[in-house]
Each structure stands twice: as C-alpha cells, then as structure tokens.
C-alpha cells in the first residue's frame, strides 16, 4: 500500500469511529438508544492501530468500551446501530446491546460489561488458534483497571506458560470511571509487572496511531512466525466523554480541562487528518456521514423483536 | 437399577467416568480436558489416570491455580469450536468460577444473538465424610440451576454417569457436570460401547405405592435403602433420581406424585432456596396435581459441615432419617418408628475410606 492509501485508511478508521459516537451522543438524548454507551472518543488511535496491523481470520476481544474494536475490525454499522436501538436485526438481535457487540463473521468476540472478563475467555480462543496452527492471533483490549482483576494475572501466566498467540492491548485512559490510577495502582510500572511473566511489553505514550501499528505489527509478526508467545502494549490515552453517557464530564471535578485540552493536541483523527489533501478528506468524510447515515435509517426502520424473543437462544440446541 | 445380569460387565462410577471421556475423546478431536491436577498420578481420584499418556499434553493438561482465568479458557476454546471438560476436584472451588460461568458461560448464546455456542462440561465433585469440613463436601448445584443457560446434571450411578458424561460432552452449552465422591466406588451394569443418558428425563429407579422419594445424587443410593427398611414395615416408596435438575423432569415427579398421594424430596445440600424447594413448588403449583397432597424435603443441617463424627451424622440426611420421616408422613397416626441401627449401615460408605 502506498503512503498515501495507508493514511487514508487509518484516517477512514479513525473517523468512522469519532463520528459513529457522535452520532450515538447526537442521538442520545431522544432516547431511542436505551443503552448504557461507554463511548472511544479521544481513544480511536489504540483500536485502528492495532487491528490495522491485523489480518481479516486474526480475533479481538474487547470490553464494554468495545465500538472503537468492532468497527475497527470491521463490524456491521447498521447492526450495531440497530443493536443499540433494541432491534432484532441488531448483532446481538437485541439481546446484547451496547456492552454486548458482536460480530463472529468478523472474528469479533463478544465483549463483556465486567471489567476483566474477556480476558481469559480471549486466551482461550487463543489456545484454539494455537491448535488449528495456522498463524491467526487474538487481540485482547482491556482498561487500565481491568489489570486490576486477579484474572488479569492468572490469564498473562497461562497465555505465556502455553506460548498463546495473543496480543495483550492495554487502553491506558488514567481513569477506572472517575479514580485515577494514583488512587489504584501502588506502581505505574504496569509493564514491568507484565514483563516478569517473561512477556514483552511495550508502553506507548502518545497514543500516535502509527507508532501503535508499528509496535502491534512487529509484535503480530513475532507471534505468528513464532511460537514465544504473548505479547503485551499499554497505549496511554484518553476518554474526551464521562465514563458512560454521551456528555463531556469536567464541570464535576474528578479531571480537568487541561488535561483534555493535552490530549487534544494529539488527536490522532485530525493528526492523520492533517496529511491528506482537503478534497481527499471531504471525500472520506463525506462517504462516512452517508454510511453512518444509512446505519441509523437501517437502525430506526429495522423492527423490534417479538416478544415470544425472550425465550430463544436461552439455550443452543 | 442396572445390576449386571449374568455375563454383563459391571464398572464402578469412576472407570465409568474415564471409560466415557476416552471414548469421546477417541471420536471428536476438539474434545480435550484440563484442570488442576487431572494429569498427576492420582488423576482425580483415578477419573483421568493415563489419559495424558494416552491423548497427549495438548490434549489433557494440569493448570495453574487459576480457576477463574482458566474457566475463561475454557469459554474462549468453546467460542472458537473446541469442547473443553474442565474438572475440579472439589465443587466448592468452583466458587471461583462463578463469574465466568454466570456471566459468560450462561449468558454468551443469549446476549451475542445465537452468534456463539458454549459447549463446555465442567465437571466437579462434591465431597463428604471423613473430616472433610465446611469447605470440601459444598453441593452448590442449586446456585447454578438459578441461571438460565446452564444445564445441571447429578449422575448417581455408573451408567448413568458414563451416559450423562457423553450427552454432556455432546450438548452445546455449558453442562455443570456434578459428582458426588461416595459414589466413585460403586459398581452396576455399564454398557461398553457409548450411549448418552438424556438430560431432563428423571428415572423411577424403584416404584412404590405410598409415597414418591426424590433423591438428588448420592441420597437416591440413599433413598433406596431407605425404600428397603421402609418395606420391613409394609410402606411401599417409588424411587426418582431426577438425574439433571437443569432442564427437570418435573412432570415424571408430578406423575408418580398423583400415584402416591405424597412427595418427600432428598437432596444432599441445603434446603432453603435449594433444588428440594424447587421442586416443591413446581409441584405444588402444578394445575395437573390431583388433590391435597403431603410434601416435605430433607437436606443438610443449616449450618457449615462439621468434620466431628457426631456431629457430621447430625449434619447429613441418612436412610434411618429418611425412613422415619417417611414412616411419620405415610402413618401420622402412628407411633413414632426408625429402624434399627444395624440394617441402616450403607455399604457404599463402608468402602470408602479417606482422607480424600
Ligand atoms: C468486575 C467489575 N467491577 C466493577 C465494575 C464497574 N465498572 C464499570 S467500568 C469500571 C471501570 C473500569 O475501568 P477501566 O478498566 O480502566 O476501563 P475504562 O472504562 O476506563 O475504559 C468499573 C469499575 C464492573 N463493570 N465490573
Ligand atoms: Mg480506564
């Protein structure tokens, strides 16, 4: 791919995902949404450049912050709209919602509403791949807190005892709702810790999308030539919204202004943005707007489920 | 109940086990089986010995101490089409597990739209006697029938516990698979080749007039014996092993409640909010029950499970139990009854010997 088609790719990515969540927060306050959104804005850059280094049979598994991971990855639009609307043409038929994404037609794992839980279930998978022996991988993304969970550390043991295909993702934002890490972590020396499960850790500072893709290519590489198993990035980065809900959240206290306002500097929407032409960029955006636009047509005129719903897909027969 | 007839081969409840995961492991290659300690030399108390040998560390392996994580495992490898048996020696570690399991396992099928299948068995033990204490002899099979998505099965016997094992390995969602330590040593007629023992079909396993007797794993062994003291008496008890409790076979119970005109339901765990009181409710609220119709339950003592001797026997339900309670339900009018000490000795605990 030449330069110029890469930008524009990672662009496309990049404001796909800035524009489907603002369209979620546009949309939030009719209340046709009747889920609890945890929106990527300001965290796009983690998501497109780690599956940008992903091949389309390569698995993520991501968390309830999850929109930024499935339409990196390549999720349906209108299916997630129409998921977040409660419709059965939804990924989930309107059994998951928001926290709940999924799309195994992508190798898109479903994603969980409590912290930590895809973790395991996403080396598992791995374990799987590692079986079939065909090269494919697993990106994990998970929240600074969910290395919180005591599975956090089982899970990095066995992926690294049983050399799993895996790469570990780490979306640094500094905040587990509104605690920030200096209220949680006795050492920032996330990596480190990592580190002595003899995995290699890489720690990203900026969130620069192309330095992640750098790092998650090389890693991705390593894991499927190889069989030394996982590998882990932390991506410090940063939530511009409140923790759930479409609103930004500085008025209350917990961060400041400034802090958005360094985080903005760097944004990797408008970093990318920047190294196209303007009439390329129109183009781009333009073809996102109708895309996403068509989503929600799809997602308002798509019917509900039937109520005798309820009762299917309890068990798989 | 599957006494061998002449010629028959008689297998006791752990070889049944092992026979069952072999032969399923020997006809679908993304069967394979982990857990703390199945592939040391004791192998879950002889359910997995040599299975490593014989299938490879790929496919038979011990894990860290990490029952939560690798219960995630077990999820994730079922996600992408394999059919993990995770076992536990003791169902109370499976306490650990609970996240995994309530959150992901039952749920994943539901909450992706159909878009994944969580074939996983996770076999545990519940354990009893011998000292084992408030923390080895838990039966925490109602917590998981609580959750729509996971199935629950009790086998009591070797067949059925060969039989169940298949159909659990077979079914395409999460199948707590519960054992129950004394039965590991008792012996009936267990078929060579494979078969699967559907769940949510319960069994008459002795029929009777007077009374119906539900037994939950270990206490139908308990509940027939008590079936024999009771016929010294002229009381006649129908027998059921529900043999999975998630789906029920509700209407089996209801069918032969109508017979007898009474229902006494054994389970061995606690009573309260437990499988004993579900039953009874789905009895009781049945429109197809004929008539009043006199129910009780027994379980553990409400209290932690004691190691001392005495205080174990007063923890435990037992066929001397049973059989009064039965006798006090069927002739309310009678004096009092229990049976004599001597014939109450069960002869599967005889052979059971701890510490483990
Ligand atoms: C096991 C569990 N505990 C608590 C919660 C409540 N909770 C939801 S999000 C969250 C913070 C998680 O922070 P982090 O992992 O950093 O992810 P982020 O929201 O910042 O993306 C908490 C505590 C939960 N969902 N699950
Ligand atoms: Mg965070």
């Known amino acids: 791919m030449s330069e110029q088609l890469d930008l524009r790719f990672l662009y496309r990515k990049l404001r796909q995902i800035r524009r489907v969540e603002e369209e979620i927060a546009r949309i939030y306050p009719s209340d046709k949404i009747k889920s609890p959104v945890h929106l990527s804005i300001g965290q796009e850059s983690v998501s497109v450049g780690v599956c940008s280094a ?58 969980s509403a409590v912290v930590g839980t895809t973790i395991p279930i996403s080396i598992g998978y791995a374990l799987a791949l590692k079986r079939e022996g065909s ?95 996982p590998a882990f990035l932390e991506c410090h980065t940063y939530r ?29 929407v408008e970093a990318i943005g920047v190294r196209l032409l303007p009439s390329e960029r129109a183009e781009i955006d333009a073809e996102i707007d109708a895309e996403i636009a068509a989503a929600v047509d799809f997602a308002e005129s798509s019917p509900f489920p039937g109520p005798e719903e309820v009762l299917t897909h309890v068990y798989a027969s | 109940m599957y006494t061998p007839a002449n010629g028959q081969r008689s297998l006791r409840y752990v070889d049944a086990l092992r026979e069952a995961t072999i032969q399923e492991m020997e006809r679908d290659k993304s069967v394979f089986l982990f857990g703390l300690d199945v592939d040391d030399h004791k192998g879950i108390q002889g359910s997995t010995i040599g299975l490593q040998d014989r299938f490879g560390p790929e496919r038979v392996f011990g894990t860290p101490l990490s029952e939560d994580a690798m219960t995630g495992v077990a999820i994730g490898a079922a996600m992408a089409g394999m059919r993990p048996i995770h076992v536990h020696i003791r169902m ?154 998630a789906p029920l076979d509700i209407d089996a119970i209801l069918n032969s409640v109508n017979r007898t005109g009474g229902l006494l339901v054994v389970d061995c765990a606690w009573t309260n909010c437990g499988a004993s009181a579900e039953i009874l409710a789905r009895i009781s609220e049945s429109p197809k029950l004929h008539g009043p119709v006199q129910m009780e339950r027994m379980g553990f003592a409400f209290s932690p499970c004691p190691p001392s001797p005495p205080l174990e026997q007063a923890f435990y339900p037992d066929p001397s139990k049973i059989a009064a309670k039965v006798h006090s339900m069927v002739r309310p009018l009678d004096r009092e009854w229990s049976p004599d000490p001597e014939k109450t000795i069960l002869s599967h605990e005889l052979q059971f010997r701890g510490p483990f």
């Open chain 1, 240 to 268: 511009w919204r409140e923790h759930v809900g479409p609103n930004e959240d500085y008025q209350s206290g917990y961060r400041s202004i400034a802090e958005l306002q360094n985080w903005k500097e760097k944004d990797q």
């Open chain 2, 92 to 245: 109370d570690f499976v306490l650990l597990c609970m996240n995994q399991l309530v959150n992901m396992a039952a749920k994943a099928h539901y909450m992706y739209g159909g878009q994944v299948r969580v074939p996983i068995v996770i076999r545990c033990m519940i354990g009893k006697s011998w000292g084992q204490g408030a923390q080895h002899s838990q039966a925490l099979h109602s917590m998981f029938m609580h959750v729509p998505g996971l199935k629950v099965v009790m086998p009591s016997n070797a067949h059925d516990a060969k039989g169940c094992l298949i159909a659990a390995i077979r079914d395409d969602n999460p199948v707590l698979f519960i054992e129950h330590r004394l039965l590991y040593s008792t012996e009936c007629y267990v078929p060579e080749e494979p078969y699967t023992v559907e769940m949510g079909r319960a069994r008459i396993c002795a029929s009777g007039t007077d009374i119906t007797l539900v037994g939950i794993s270990n206490m139908v062994m308990e509940c027939l014996r008590a079936r024999d003291l009771l016929s010294e008496v002229g009381i006649s008890a129908e027998v059921i092993d529900p043999i999975s409790l």
């Open chain 1, 135 to 229: 090269g494919r991988v697993v990106a994990s993304f998970f929240g600074d807190g969910a290395t919180e969970e005591g599975v956090f550390y089982e899970s990095l043991n066995f992926a690294a005892l049983h050399r799993l295909p895996i790469l570990f993702v780490c979306e640094n934002n500094a905040y587990a709702i509104h605690s920030p890490l200096k209220k949680r972590w006795a050492s920032t020396q996330l990596c480190e810790r990592v580190r002595t499960y003899g995995i290699p850790a890489i720690s990203i500072a900026d969130s620069d999308v192309l330095e992640i893709r750098q790092w998650a290519s090389e890693a991705i590489a390593g894991l499927r030539r190889s069989e030394t198993g």
């Open chain 1, 54 to 111: 992903l091949r389309d049979d390569d698995v993520v598994a991501a968390t309830y912050r999850g929109h930024a991971a499935y339409i990196a990855k390549g999720g349906s639009l209108s299916r997630m709209f129409a998921e977040l609307y409660g419709k059965v043409t939804g990924c989930g038929t309107g059994k998951g919602g928001s926290m709940h994404l999924v799309g195994m037609d992508k190798y898109i794992l479903g994603s």
